[in-house]
Structure formats: C-alpha cells, structure tokens
C-alpha cells in the first residue's frame, strides 16, 4: 500500500475511533479478482480493508448501502459484517471500504442456515422494485430506478441496459441484437405476472459467501429490491450452494413449481455482464440461452 494511501486510511479511522487507534499490521488477502484486500490488525481488533484505484469512485459508497440494507433485514441466521467507513477516491487516494473482520469457522448446521436465512431476508418484501441509489455488480453500473412492475424492471434495468452496456464496448452483431430483440418481445410471456418485493444479495456465487464463527456471512453485495427468482437464478448459475442449502431455503420459503424454467433468462444479467467484463465465451453462451426462448 502506497504511504499516502496508509497515512490517509489512518487519519480517516482515527477521527472514527479516537486518538488511540492506530494500526500494529497489515496483511494481504487474495482472492478477489475487482480490488485490493487487506487484514489490518489495530489497536479495536481485526479490520477488513478493500479498495481500488481503477474503479468508479463511488463503488464502496454504494456496497456500503448494501450491507446496512442487509444487516439491518437480514434475521439471526446470516451474518453481515458492519461496515465501519467507507469512502470515495480521488487525488491519487483509492476509494475503500473498512469492515470489521470475520473469522472463518464451519459448524454442521451451517449450509442449512445459509437457505434459511436467504428465505428469511427474501421474506422482507417492499412496495417497488428497484434500489435507494444505482450501485454496481462487480465493477459494473447497475440501474435501479424504482420501479411497480417487475417485468419492466427486469426488461429496462437489467436486460436492456446490460446489453447497450455490451454493445458499446465489444459491439453486438446484427443478428445477436435480433435474437435480444425477439426474447425482449416475449418475455411478457415468460416473466410471472404478479412478483413479490424481496430483497436480494444480487451477485450471490459461492465467493460471496463465507461460513464463519457466527455462521453463515454474505459478503460483497449488490442488492437491490427483485423478485427473489433472481437471486435464485446467480445461486444456480456456478453452483457452489449445497442440497442442504438448497433443501432448507425451499422449506422455509416453498419454491414456485416451474421456477426453474425462467432460471435461464435471469441469469442472462450476470453471464451479459461477465461477457462485458472478461469476453470469451460468455457472450456465446448468452447468445444461445436467448436463442432457445425464440425459437
């Protein structure tokens, strides 16, 4: 870490916990593929530090809105580290976010936890769809204009807005933009016509979950207000969530008998967006998910 950097982070915590702070250590933690992470040991006990110099400079802000949103409807069963400060770059300084650091630890009881937990967080529903401010997935703006319908939320704010977001930096072929446009006109009818308000993790793969000593902890959110087949459908996209996660989440908050079939349109948001972040394959992949609703 850059001295200025350090300097700076000290100076902004010490105004949080007093002139007593100050920190003993400072250890690198890989892992995330975004931004920067750190273990800093201190004077208050054990932080979590993440930052990143290249990154829309409100990014942490916005992660930081999600993680209070979380922890303050989450229940008993999940675990979300609380946010200490968070803070915008610039002037050569990353923007970052400070949490307090959690232990990692494994229980028996833990993956049944992780399903009864995400049921119960899913159970808090609102009003809109949608969230207080835009925020990101990964690094990747995500609109979250309120909306009342969720067909025009999932249509105007994640399925449209990915793919103009796809268009303008590798550029969608003709043909592709008329298999988008053709699944875009029929899904109204693919779509639930009535969903429920529920708050979401909205980037929940297994790296953004963690058992700790407190149980089950989610991490790294992008939360907005959807219908809960959304979250379920990142869960199923890579794996990584056990039978017993699975098994506990459907007993508390029964799954819908054909929800399994829009699973494939939801997850087009995140296999889009990974297109848009690292290319490959993943633009083929999406293009053939959205071929075989058109056909």
């Known amino acids: 870490m850059e001295e200025k950097t350090f300097e700076y982070l000290t100076e902004k915590l010490t105004q949080k916990f007093g002139n007593s702070f100050h920190i003993t250590g400072m250890d690198h933690i890989g892992g995330g593929c975004i931004s920067q992470s750190f273990k800093l040991t201190t004077s208050h006990g054990g932080l979590f530090l993440k930052m990143n110099h290249a ?5 942490f802000i916005r992660e930081a809105e999600c993680l209070e949103e979380l922890k303050l409807l989450s229940g008993k069963q999940l675990v979300i580290p609380e946010v200490i400060l968070a803070g915008k770059g610039g002037h050569d300084i990353p923007g970052f976010i400070v949490l307090e650091f959690l232990k990692t630890g494994y229980s028996p009881r833990q993956e049944e936890n992780l399903g009864t937990g995400l049921a119960v967080l899913h159970q ?3 009003r ?3 969230f207080y401010h835009d925020n990101y997935c990964g690094s990747t703006p995500q609109k979250n204009s309120w ?3 969720w067909k025009d939320f999932f249509i105007n704010n994640r399925l449209l807005y990915i793919l103009e977001l796809v268009d303008n930096h590798r550029k969608l072929g003709f043909e592709e933009k008329k298999i988008y446009e053709a699944l875009v006109s029929k899904l109204t009818d693919w779509l639930p016509a009535s969903s429920k308000v529920s708050l979401i993790h909205g980037d929940l793969w297994s790296g953004n979950f963690l058992y ?3 149980g089950p902890a989610l991490i790294d959110p992008a939360s907005y207000y959807a219908d809960r087949e959304m979250e379920l459908s990142m869960m199923a996209l890579f794996g990584g969530f056990s039978d017993k996660t699975w098994k506990a989440y459907d007993d508390a908050l029964p799954l819908e008998d054909d929800w399994k079939k829009r699973l494939p349109v939801y ?8 297109y848009l972040l690292f290319g490959g394959s993943y633009g083929q992949q999406a293009l053939r998910i959205a071929g075989n609703f058109v056909r």
């Open 212 to 214: 700790t000593e407190e």
């Open 128 to 130: 809109q769809f949608g």
């Open 55 to 59: 990154a829309a400079d409100d990014l």
């Open 267 to 274: 997850q087009l948001y995140h296999i889009l967006n990974h």
């Open 124 to 126: 808090y529903h609102d």
């Open 147 to 149: 909306c009342d319908n």
